[in-house]
């Protein structure tokens, strides 16, 4: 049986991972156009390969 891979985070889940606070998570979601997320509704959803990627391209950026 093959192993099952969340591909799809919750912003909660994000921040958790990422050691950040619910106001910053959302200040990402709505001005970093490089962030991995898209809405659907209301709802946010944060692609969980990108983000790793994502957080690489922040180190880099320093």
């Given at each position: ?33 490089t ?22 391209a ?5």
């Amino acid at each position: 049986m093959s192993k099952v891979v969340k591909q799809l985070l919750t912003p909660a889940e994000t921040r958790e991972r990422l050691g950040i606070g619910k106001n910053r998570m959302y200040e990402i979601l709505a001005n970093d156009k490089t962030f991995p997320a898209f809405r659907i509704g209301t709802t946010w959803f944060i692609n969980a390969d990108k983000l790793k990627d994502w957080i690489d391209a922040q180190t880099n950026n320093r």
